[in-house]
């Protein structure tokens, strides 16, 4: 199809139009018209460029600005949700896996303290007077011709006291009459007469025993001298004063 062109519009279609060339005039790139020149002064001379084609893009959905409100309202919920979570979350969520046998601490009850301060009491039970508890191991032990005895401490009170004795001031006899003095050892002599002393914390526990070098610490107490009886049947170790203990005797049958 051809025809005159008056204006730069395609008259079939109204679309733009291009020139083909000077001679032959132009042709809608749409509709496939073409026009060609005419001498005269209504004739426009247009020349635009030939129109390329442009590659699709595609489109891009947006959603309506409500429905992303919405979405952001949402994802912060969740992020608050886990926070929550993470924060109060019980400790064994987190932890390792423990022994299903814990083990409990052990429960130590006070005794109940004496009146009275006993004359005697058989060794491996206790005495708890004024706040302490002392108690004598019931063995006996014997090495050398030397006996050994060992016994602890207790302070049941809320404040650290200081305790003062003289090893001089222990006594060990059979029930035959039979005496067994000190071991002196390598010590001093005179040590026996001395005072020593202790600091005794609250509740702490202060072990007592019979060593050959008695003298390098003040929680060992001297052995004693002697071999016991074939016929004896019974060992008396009497203090006369320790601490807040005085005229006590525990007593070892063998």
């Known amino acids: 199809m051809a ?4 204006r730069s519009v395609c008259p079939a279609c109204g679309a733009p139009v291009a020139r083909i060339d000077q001679r032959h005039g132009f042709i809608c790139p749409f509709c496939g018209t073409e026009f060609y020149l005419e001498e005269g002064p209504d004739i426009i001379d247009y020349s635009p460029p030939l129109i390329k084609e442009i590659p699709h893009k595609p489109e891009t959905i947006e959603f309506p600005s409500s429905k992303k409100s919405t979405n952001k309202v949402w994802i ?8 929550i979570f993470f ?6 969520f987190f932890s390792t896996p423990k022994s299903t046998n814990p083990v409990f601490p052990e429960v130590v009850e ?3 303290m004496l009146l ?13 007077y004024k706040e302490f508890e002392i108690f004598f191991d019931p063995n006996i032990r014997a090495d050398n011709g030397l006996l050994f005895f060992d016994f602890t401490l207790q302070n049941w009170g809320d404040k650290v006291v200081v305790l003062r004795y003289r090893v001089n001031n222990f006594m060990v006899y059979d029930d035959l009459g039979n005496t067994y003095p000190l071991y002196i050892g390598n010590c001093d002599a005179d040590l026996p007469y ?7 914390n609250p509740v702490e526990i202060i072990e007592f025993e019979s060593s050959y070098s008695w003298c390098s610490s003040e929680d060992h107490i001297p052995a004693f001298i ?8 019974k060992i008396y170790f009497h203090i006369s004063e320790f601490g807040v203990y005085k005229d006590l005797t525990f007593i070892f049958d063998l």
């Open 76 to 83: 912060y919920l969740i992020m608050i949700g886990f926070l």
């Open 110 to 112: 006070k005794p109940s």
């Open 116 to 128: 009275n301060l006993p004359s005697a009491e058989s060794a491996g039970k206790s005495v708890a």
């Open 226 to 233: 002697g071999v016991i009886p074939m016929n004896a049947e």
């Open 3 to 6: 025809g005159k062109l008056l």
């Open 194 to 200: 001395m005072d020593r002393q202790i600091e005794v």
């Open 87 to 92: 924060i109060s979350a019980p400790s064994w």
